[in-house]
Structure formats: C-alpha cells, structure tokens
C-alpha cells in the first residue's frame, strides 16, 4: 500500500505544469500580503565594559550583555544598538526578515520553472515534442 502511494507522489511531482507553478506562486503573493515589520541583518550578544570606575565590568570583571544588530551597507559591516525595551520587537523583525526571505525564494524557484517549462509545453501544445 505505501509503494502505491509514493508511486502516485512521484507521478504528482511529475506532472506539475506551468498552471499549477503560477497558481502557486499566486498563493505565495497572497502570503507576502501577511508580512510585518521586518528588518535584516544579525543579532548578537555583545559583552563590554561600561566605562565607569565604580561598576562591576571594571571591578569584578563581569561585563554588561548587550544585543546589536549587524547589517551591511555597500560591503560594510554595521552594528547598532538594541535597546533593552526592544529586544523582543527586534528579534521578531529580524524573524519577519527570514521568513520574507523564504517565501520570495520559493516565488523565484517556482517562476525560474515556468521559465523552463514554457518552451516544452508550448511544444506540446502544437503536438510537437
């Protein structure tokens, strides 16, 4: 019973067309119509001394933990501060920013196959091969 079903999986895959790659690719339009805020980069946990003579950093070594965000800009490596308030808020929009970034790959994965299916089907169509 499994084979015939991974059979039948395998004949799905097998004939998907450029109708259902577009019907697809409308459906991930839709969900980019669900995005947030979102921002990019990495966050990281920074440790470092304050500055001040009388903390803990520079009397008993320990150092304050902090998050930045690092970007780039025309091939510079950026780093701002989060602030404590906004660690959450930022987390998710950089979460946002992934997600985003998934769903346009599968967009441009499915469009690149209707690209390469078009020819083929369009000869299919005319009953050549």
């Not at 459906?27 to 001040?52: Q, Y």
């Not at 800009?73 to 950026?78: D, L, P, Y």
Request: hydrophobic share 30%; aromatic share 6%.
């Amino acid at each position: 019973m499994n084979n015939s079903k991974i059979i039948q999986m395998n004949k799905y895959k097998m004939e998907i067309n450029t109708a259902w790659l577009k019907r697809k690719g409308e459906g991930l339009l839709k969900k980019l119509a669900g995005v947030g805020p979102f921002v990019d980069g990495s966050i990281a946990k920074v440790k470092r001394r304050c500055g001040n003579k009388n903390c803990k950093c520079c009397l008993k070594g320990q150092k304050h933990e902090s998050y930045c965000l690092h970007y780039k800009v025309a091939g510079v490596t950026k780093a701002v501060y989060i602030p404590v308030d906004m660690e959450d808020e930022v987390m998710e929009w950089n979460q946002e920013h992934k997600r985003l970034k998934k769903i346009i790959a599968e967009i441009n994965r499915a469009n690149k196959e209707i690209i390469r299916r078009h020819v083929k089907e369009k000869r299919r169509k005319k009953g050549r091969k």
